[in-house]
């Protein structure tokens, strides 16, 4: 079924980016306004599972150079819900392994008439080049352990949707801050909309430096557990890692492992996300995963939300630059 799309206007007028690179760089009411939009267009479709084609005649390139389950199916979901068209790219079958450069290959989908890339890159900083030589839309879906924007924004969504708002609430990200690029961009969201930042997890993994970004810093979950009112609990990125932070995940996880036992610590109404994959056993137990405090599986819809919403406003601003 497809919804009229004359119930969607266009962009706002506040919205002027063709380019989605990271959250540090968004004010609060650029951030307001892409969750906004996101729930606007989850209202509207049935919870994303309808089509509202605002997007027809459009192409997103999906240019993935790491792994991904999640972040590039709901790329190309919410691009066909808004009536365009997608086209993946996986560089272990493409010509970057006959050495073709990363912005050679990108110029190379651009010329083909797509309208925005959706990237992800291992090298930090990648999304930023791509949108400086490209000119179409360039959405960061990962750099390295720099920023994922639409992770951050599902993960304030699901917040703000179960909490009525994000300012007051203490969110503790627990695990790999190191190396997470969804920590940080949780921090520059969550701190921007006024919630209290705890970072947590073996020192080898979270430097006192993090406190210079307003964030409390904690090696210790047993004791904030408490203070909590959402725990977001991060993988460990052992691919971005030259040494191993801990002995052995067995210690890792009796340390850190979101179990049973665990809440009961907690307040009791306390919110459980984790942006996937999960690791049963290591940052989360299966009966926290799967319990009425978890609430995984609906971020991964709300990504699908704030993917088109981003979707749709990268392309109008773009659109309103050509007329
Ligand atoms: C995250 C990523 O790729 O950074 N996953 C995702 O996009 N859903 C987190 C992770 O891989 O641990």
Known sequence: MSIDVSEIGPIPAAWTR????????????????????????????????????????????????????????SFSLAMRRLGGDTVDFTASSSSTSKGETTLDTARNIEAMGVQVVVCRHRTPGTPHLLSKNLNCSVINAGDGAHEHPTQGLLDILTIRQKRGSIAGQTVALVGDIQFSRTARSNIWG?????????????????????????????????????????????????????????????????????????????????????????????????????????????????????????????????????E
């Open 190 to 322: 969550l701190k921007k909309l006024g919630a209290h930042v705890i970072v947590c997890g073996p020192a080898t993994l979270v430097s006192p430096l993090w406190r210079e970004l307003g964030v409390e810093v904690s090696h210790n979950l047993d004791e904030i557990l408490p203070r909590c009112d959402v725990l977001n609990l991060l993988r460990i990125q052992f691919e971005r890692q030259s040494t191993r932070p801990f002995p052995s995940v067995r210690e890792y996880a009796h340390l850190y492992s979101m179990n049973r036992e665990r809440l009961e610590k907690t307040k009791g109404n306390v919110l459980v996300l984790a942006p996937g994959p999960i690791n049963r056993g290591v940052e989360i137990a299966t009966d926290v995963a799967d319990g009425p405090h978890s609430a995984i599986l609906e971020q991964v819809t709300n990504g699908l939300a704030v993917r088109m919403a981003v979707l749709w406003l990268v392309c109008g601003a773009s659109a309103r630059e050509l």
């Open 18 to 73: 063709r380019h989605l690179l990271g959250l540090e760089d968004l004010s609060v009411e650029e951030l307001n306004l892409i969750l906004d939009a996101a729930e606007m267009f989850k209202e509207a479709t049935g919870g994303c599972t309808q089509k509202i084609p605002v997007l027809t005649g459009r192409t997103c390139a999906n240019l993935f150079f790491e792994n991904s389950t999640r972040t590039r199916t």
